[in-house]
């Protein structure tokens, strides 16, 4: 296997497309199974210009890619100003499979989802998904609940409102999501959080939709007001930096928990008078959450450890948060060099909404904050088993 990444910073876009995919062919050789491609908001209307120059260059079994709100290519996340990145990899065996899923309502007035793939136990399947058209965080969960099943890697990708745009194999989509069903190829995923609890795990004991009325038979507001009333001055700094998330346990398995425990979630309003507080999924009665502040040094150790059980590798894709970068580290780059320098080999990514990856139990779910990492290891030269 071999893999290779460029970024270009060129503002036209399918020219910068073309620098990053020669660049690309120069270090792949004359085959490339996969090509990804990414590009910033500024250059959604040359996705398909950018497309047509990888294909041209690349000629890839694949090629799949999307408009992110910034892209990630060797040593740089650039979350600003324009910039395409170009990832390919010749792959050993297995064909990588391509899916285009979307959404659409039923005849009863519900919603169904078409075109998600087939998929084996050990298959792992690359996402990209548009957070404004397509439900994400319930197909995922519904397709890996349980735990045997593929594993789901990859982000909600979008350029903002109108500038929501996929690219398969050539062809662009405003909607939906597309993707890549990778099996044989021994592909890994991996996620890092970026938050860490607050207070004390507190059950839900009264829920409607996404609104937690009652925590632990109290009202949501109050248990959140006695929580906030406890922190220590580091607390409170993170609290006002970064403000409130919420983790809801992914696995209900013991009565503490950890940093990597939670699927974390914003906070989207807080009202006193009915005592309720409405969160960013649909959390269920009995199941245990946290209160949680973006925490850099808490991010960057978890990353750390993360990445310490994922190398070397011969190349990866990251899709980190826009609630990480420069906002949360206060440097730029953080994600992407510490993968550099834990894994090795190219890598190149996007900037997402929200990343998907395992959660307990292999299951996948939607992360929020998190870094999530599909990465190709490097093969053991004592063979398959170490010896």
């Known amino acids: 296997m071999r893999t290779a990444a460029s970024l270009s910073r060129t503002p036209e876009g399918a020219l910068a497309a073309a620098e990053a995919a020669d660049a690309v062919g120069a270090d ?24 047509l120059a990888v294909e041209t260059r690349l000629e890839p079994g694949v090629l799949v890619g999307a ?51 087939d998929t084996r136990p050990g298959d792992v399947v690359l996402l990209l ?9 319930e197909v995922v969960l519904r397709t890996t609940a349980d735990g045997d099943g593929a594993v789901v ?10 500038r929501s745009r996929l690219v398969l194999d050539g062809t662009v989509h405003e909607d939906g999501a597309v993707g890549v069903v990778l099996r044989g190829v021994g592909a890994r995923a991996l996620v890092s959080q970026g938050c860490r609890p607050i207070g004390a795990p507190l059950t839900v004991t009264t829920v409607e939709r996404n609104r937690i009325l009652a925590l632990g038979g109290e009202p949501a507001a ?5 929580v906030l009333h406890e922190l220590d001055d580091d607390e409170r700094r993170l609290l006002e930096r970064g403000g ?16 990597g425990d939670f699927l974390v979630r914003g906070v989207l309003a807080i009202d006193p008078e009915s005592g309720g507080i409405t969160v960013g999924d649909l959390p269920r009665v009995g199941q245990t959450v946290q209160f949680q502040v973006r925490d850099p040094s808490t991010a960057e150790e978890d990353l750390a450890s993360t990445l310490a059980h994922g190398g070397p590798a011969l190349g990866s894709l990251l899709f980190t948060c826009t ?17 550099e320098l834990a894994l090795g080999g190219p890598v190149a990514g996007a900037v997402c909404a929200g990343q998907f990856g395992p959660a307990g139990r292999g299951r996948s779910s939607l992360h929020g904050y998190a870094a999530s990492v599909l990465t190709f290891p490097q093969p053991d030269p004592r063979g398959p088993s170490g010896a």
């Open 222 to 226: 109050r248990r959140l007001e006695q």
């Open 28 to 51: 792949l050789g004359d085959a490339c199974d996969l090509a990804v491609v990414f590009v910033r908001p500024e250059q959604f209307a040359s996705l398909e210009a950018a497309a």
């Open 153 to 162: 890697v990859g982000g909600l990708v979008t350029g903002g409102a109108g």
């Open 67 to 117: 408009v992110a709100a910034g892209v990630v290519g060797p040593g740089a996340e650039v979350e600003s100003g324009p910039g395409v990145v170009v990832w390919g990899a010749r792959l050993p065996s297995g064909t990588p499979q391509p899916f285009r899923s979307w959404s659409l309502r039923t005849p009863t007035g519900g919603m169904a989802v078409a075109g998600w793939p």
């Open 129 to 137: 998904a548009d957070p404004l058209s397509y439900p994400a965080a």
């Open 323 to 339: 609630g990480r970068g420069r906002s949360l580290f206060g440097v730029a780059d953080h994600d992407v060099r510490a993968v």
């Open 244 to 259: 409130l998330q919420i983790g809801l346990v992914a696995e209900e398995v013991r009565d503490t928990y950890a940093v």
